[in-house]
C-alpha cells in the first residue's frame, strides 16, 4: 500500500503495517541540503518500506532517485550529480541494539514515541551521497607535466640560499 509521506509518523505502527510510503519531496524543501546544492530545484523520488527482515529486526528501507546541481571543482561549473540509491536503515531503541544489526545495516534511533521525520531520513541520505569534492564526469581531466629536476637554462630559485649559505663557511 502506498500512501503520501507525513512530515511525523510512528515508526513502530508503519513497522507492524508493513507500510509503504512513495512519491516526490522537492529538495527546495531539504534546508540542510539546499546549503550544499548549486541551485534547489528538482526533487527526489523515494520509496519508504517498513517491514521485519529474516532475523525480526525491524526496518525501514529508502530507495531515492534524484539529480543534486553540484559545483564541479575541476571546471567550477554546475553539473547535475545522478543519485540511486537503496539503503536499509535498522530500528533501534537504544545504542545498545546497534552491535546486534548486520552488516550492512544502519541505525536510526526514532524518538521516544516511535516518532520518525521520513523527510529528514531521506535529506540525511542525500546529504551522505554526496562527494567530499564533485566532479562532474563529462568534463576532462586536467593534465599537467611537473618537471622533475632543474632544467638547462632556467635559474634555480634556491641559488641565491645556496650562495648564502656557502658564504657562512
Not at 500500500?1 to 527546495?28: H, I, K, N, Q
Not at 531539504?30 to 527482515?53: H, S, T
Not at 524518538?111 to 551521497?129: F, I, N, Q, R, T
Request: charged share 25%; aromatic share 6%.
Amino acid at each position: 500500500m502506498s500512501a503520501t509521506l507525513p512530515p511525523v509518523l510512528d515508526a513502530w505502527r508503519m513497522v507492524a503495517a508493513r507500510r509503504l510510503f512513495e512519491g516526490r519531496l522537492p529538495l527546495a524543501g531539504m534546508p540542510r541540503l539546499r546549503e550544499v546544492l548549486e541551485g534547489a530545484e528538482g526533487d527526489c523520488r523515494y520509496e519508504l518500506e517498513f517491514g521485519r527482515d529474516a532475523l525480526d529486526i525491524p526496518y525501514v528501507e529508502l530507495r531515492l532517485q534524484a539529480e543534486l546541481p553540484l559545483l564541479c571543482q575541476r571546471t567550477l561549473e554546475r553539473f547535475l550529480y545522478p543519485v540511486r540509491l537503496v539503503q536499509r536503515l535498522g530500528l533501534v531503541t537504544d545504542e545498545s541494539q546497534e552491535a546486534a544489526l548486520p552488516g550492512g545495516m544502519e541505525p536510526v534511533q526514532p524518538g521516544p514515541g516511535g516518532e520518525l521525520h521520513p523527510a529528514g531520513l531521506v535529506e540525511d541520505e542525500l546529504l551522505l551521497a554526496i562527494p567530499v569534492v564533485p566532479i562532474n564526469p563529462a568534463s576532462a581531466p586536467v593534465e599537467a607535466e611537473w618537471p622533475a629536476g632543474d632544467e638547462p637554462g632556467r635559474p634555480n630559485p634556491f641559488a641565491a640560499l645556496a650562495a648564502l649559505k656557502a658564504q657562512k663557511k
